[in-house]
C-alpha cells in the first residue's frame, strides 16, 4: 500500500517494566509489576483497537516471548490482524554501541524467536531508544527486513533525553538509555527508502518538533489529545507511536515505584485509554484510514 491522502499506522512498543527501571536507574521490580505491560496493558490495548477496528503493528523483545503466555499472546495478536514486529532480542538502549556482531545476533536471533512463536517472520524492526548507526542499518539489511521504524526526528525529545541524562550523572544515578546521533534529527520525517534498501518509516512530529506518541497524548488528557491530532493531520501519513506502558495504571498495576519518575503513571489508565481513543477517533474523522506499518511502502 502505497502512502496516498489520510493514511494512520499505529504503533504499540511493549517495552516491559523491567526495562523502565533500567531506564531510571532503578532494581528490577518485584512481583505482577514484573509482567505488568504483557498482563495487564496489552489486554487494553486489543480492547480500544478492537473497539475502534484498526490494526496495529506490535514491536516485541523477542526474550519475553520464552514465557509461554506471552508466546500464546503474540500468535493471538496474528491471529487478530495485528503485525508482530522486531524490537531486538533484549533491548539494550545501548544497540549503537555494541560490536557489529552482537547487534547481528540482536536482530536475527530476534527474529527466529517471533517466528517460532506467531509462525510469521517479522519484516519490521524499531531499535531500542530510537538510536541507529550504520552497523544497526547494515545488520537490518543482512536480516532480510523490509522496513524500520526508529527515526524520532525531533528536537524537543532529544534535548529533554539529554537533560534528563545529565541530571542522572549529576546525582549519581546510572541510566541505560544513550543518546544517539544528533544528525538523525536531520532525516526526513515522512516515510523514505533509506540507501540500506529498507523503507524508513519515522514517528510522527507534530509541528513545532512535538512527538505525536502515546506519552504526549495521555498528558494532554481527551481534549488536548484532539487538539494534538488536529495538529497532525497537515500530514498525509502520520505515524502515532504508542507504548505498553501508556495503558498501564501504577494503582492498579503495582508500579508505585515509578509513578514519581513516569508522569504519565499520574494518569489512570482510564484516562490515558480516552486520551488515546479521542485522538484516534480525531484522525478517523479527517478521513484516515488505518494500517499496519508493513502495508506502508514508498
Known sequence: MTIGDRTCAVSVDLDEVRLYHRIHGLGAPQGAAMRAVWERALPRHLRLFESLGIPATFFVVSEDLADADNAARARDLVRAGHEVANHSRTHPYDLIRLSSEEIRREVREAADEIERATGVRPVGFRAPGYNLSPAVWEALAEAGLRYD??????????????????????????????????????????????????????????????????????????????????????????????????????????????????????????????????????????????????????
Open 149 to 298: 521504524s526508529s527515526l524520532l526526528p525531533s528536537v524537543p525529545y532529544f534535548l529533554a533525553k539529554a537533560a534528563v541524562l545529565g541530571s542522572m550523572r549529576l546525582l549519581g544515578r546510572t541510566s541505560a538509555s544513550v543518546l544517539g546521533d544528533p544528525r538523525a534529527l536531520f532525516s526526513p520525517d515522512r516515510p523514505h527508502r533509506h540507501a540500506s534498501g529498507l523503507v524508513e518509516i519515522p514517528i510522527g512530529v507534530l509541528p513545532g518538533g512535538i512527538p505525536f506518541i502515546g506519552t504526549t497524548l495521555a498528558l494532554a488528557g481527551a481534549y488536548g489529545a484532539r487538539a494534538l491530532a488536529r495538529l497532525a493531520s497537515v500530514r498525509d501519513f502520520v505515524s502515532l507511536e504508542l507504548h505498553g506502558i501508556d495503558l498501564c495504571d501504577a494503582e492498579l498495576d503495582g508500579l508505585s515505584a515509578l509513578r514519581t519518575r513516569q508522569p504519565d503513571l499520574r494518569r489512570s489508565a482510564d484516562s490515558k485509554q480516552a486520551a488515546l481513543r479521542a485522538a484516534i477517533e480525531s484522525l478517523r474523522g479527517r478521513g484516515y484510514r488505518f494500517v499496519r506499518l508493513a502495508d506502508v511502502s514508498v
